[in-house]
């Protein structure tokens, strides 16, 4: 069974290596205004929300989404994603951010989860959610 929890402490090390795997670009942040959502299945992490909260909170960023390759496509990103809309709210964010690339596959999950495009570039898109869309 599939469970989603907020990371702790104890689970960088683990977050770091999959977030590693699954956007090896990427440079691993934790700070204070940063939380990640966690799906495990048998205490191990298969997929994590990255949330990052800017100006006092009223502005939150989806600074990641990932799940490894064999869990895709069973609802787990979903989860995640909603897993962090429903934080976004309950801390009062006026708005909701994020980059995707034109060709990613991911713009449908956020598209049907009320995210519409505010800015269009050749490298990526910036997706945006006001609250209550
Ligand atoms: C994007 C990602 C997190 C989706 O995770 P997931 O667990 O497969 O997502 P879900 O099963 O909840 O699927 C949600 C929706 O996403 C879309 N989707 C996800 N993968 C898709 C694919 N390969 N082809 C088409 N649509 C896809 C569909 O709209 C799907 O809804 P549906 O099941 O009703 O068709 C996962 O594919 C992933 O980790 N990709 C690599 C990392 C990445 O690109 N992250 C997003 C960066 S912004």
Same mark, same amino acid.
């Given at each position: 069974m599939v469970g989603i929890r907020a990371a702790m @402490?104890?689970?960088?090390? +683990?977050?770091?290596?999959? &977030?590693? %795997?699954?956007?090896?670009?990427?440079?691993?942040?934790?700070? +204070?205004?940063?939380?990640?959502?966690?799906? %495990?299945?048998?205490? !191990?992490?298969?997929?994590? !929300? @990255?949330?990052?909260?800017?100006? @006092?909170?009223?502005?939150?960023? &989806?600074?990641?989404?990932?799940?490894?390759?064999?869990?895709?496509?069973?609802?787990?990103? %979903?989860?995640?994603?909603? +897993?962090a809309l429903a934080y976004f709210e309950e801390i009062g964010c006026m708005e909701i951010v994020l980059k995707v690339k034109p060709e990613n596959l991911a713009t449908e999950i956020y598209a049907k989860h009320g995210f519409a495009v505010r800015k269009a570039g050749p490298q990526s898109l910036l997706l945006c959610k006001a609250e209550n869309s």
């Open positions: @402490h104890d689970d960088m090390e +683990a977050l770091e290596r999959i &977030v590693g %795997t699954l956007f090896p670009k990427s440079n691993f942040t934790f700070g +204070a205004n940063e939380l990640y959502f966690l799906a %495990t299945q048998r205490k !191990s992490i298969i997929g994590f !929300s @990255h949330l990052r909260i800017l100006g @006092h909170g009223q502005r939150g960023v &989806v600074a990641g989404l990932g799940v490894l390759p064999p869990y895709r496509k069973r609802g787990i990103g %979903t989860l995640l994603l909603q +897993a």
